[in-house]
């Protein structure tokens, strides 16, 4: 198409593109390639002007969008900040109920009185006298001076056992005496003024392994002695291992307990006269201590 355009004759009518002149249709012929490259070079320049328009506008666009990207994450970035300002300002609820939890409840401190040992720990002298009645042989006793005793009061003997010496009288064993009257000295007092045993409690380990359980009357002496296997606390392989004997008074009869038990077969029946003060010896025994127990009414 160009071609024909090229070579076409010139429409014009001048006489430059006449038939007759070749050499002027040659120049009308330049003229036109001339024409045609500024076409072109219009034609490619606005090209160019078009895309170079197109690929700045892409660029601005692109930018404009990485712009916005850019705010919208710092906006996302500072909305975070401010929630995470806010938590942290805010201390959280379980926290506040395990620090709730672990506070303790005010106490009120309640003064008590202590409350006193019912029990009055008796004083001891030791004094010599004879063995017995028919026996005169000499020991050391210990003596506690015990008042009256009524129902339901209670005598604690506390020892570190019991003498294990051999001596001619060794086969007697150790023994406890409850006195009416002046035991100390009832060797020499007879008659009106002798002394009562109201109690003789007499283990003998090495005399047959009984206990002998009597009591001796003002005027009428020896009562109708009571024997008792002796228990596994008062055989002589024990014979040093501490123990406690309760002797407590009843209305009819004295009851025993050793070492918080009680020993039913070991009891004995109550005679005699309970309205003075009364005195008790014990006989052989290792590092004795009396207290006694008032029955409260």
């Known amino acids: 198409m160009f071609r024909v355009w090229l070579h076409a004759p010139c429409q014009c009518g001048a006489f430059c593109c006449g038939k007759g002149s070749r050499r002027r249709r040659k120049g009308c ?15 490619s320049l606005l090209a160019l002007l078009q ?6 506008s892409e660029r601005w666009l692109a930018g404009v969008q990485d712009v916005g990207a850019t705010l919208d994450a710092r906006a996302g970035q500072g909305s975070m900040d401010l929630q995470q300002r806010a938590a942290n300002k805010k201390p959280p609820k379980a926290k506040r109920k395990k620090r709730a939890s ?12 202590p409350v006193p040992s019912p029990w009055r720990q008796l004083p001891i002298d030791w004094q010599k006298t004879e063995l017995g009645p028919g026996f005169p ?49 009832w060797v020499t007092k ?62 009819e009869e004295w009851l025993v ?12 029946v109550r005679q005699g006269d309970y309205g003075g003060p009364l005195v008790l010896q014990l006989y052989d025994l290792i590092k004795p201590s009396v207290s006694m127990k008032k029955q409260i009414s």
């Open 137 to 185: 042989n000499e020991i050391d006793s210990a003596w506690t001076d015990v008042g009256v005793m009524e129902s339901g009061d209670v005598l604690r003997i506390e020892a570190h056992g019991f003498s294990s010496k051999e001596s001619p009288i060794a086969v007697w064993g150790w023994y406890l005496n409850v006195w009416s009257g002046d035991g100390r000295h």
């Open 190 to 251: 007879k008659g009106e003024e002798e002394p009562s045993r109201l109690l003789h409690f007499n283990p003998r380990p090495r005399g047959g392994g009984y206990i002998a359980i009597n009591n001796f009357l003002k005027g009428t002496g020896w009562g109708k002695e009571k024997d008792v296997p002796v228990p596994e606390q008062w055989k002589m392989e024990n014979a040093g291992k501490a123990f406690v004997l309760e002797v407590e008074l009843s209305d």
């Open 51 to 56: 895309l170079s328009s197109s690929t700045s």
């Open 257 to 268: 307990k050793l070492d918080g038990k009680p020993q039913p077969e070991m009891s004995y």
């Open 102 to 113: 672990t506070v303790a409840p005010a106490t009120t401190v309640e003064e008590t009185t």
């Open 29 to 43: 012929f330049v003229l036109r390639i001339h024409v045609l490259a500024a076409g072109l070079c219009i034609c």
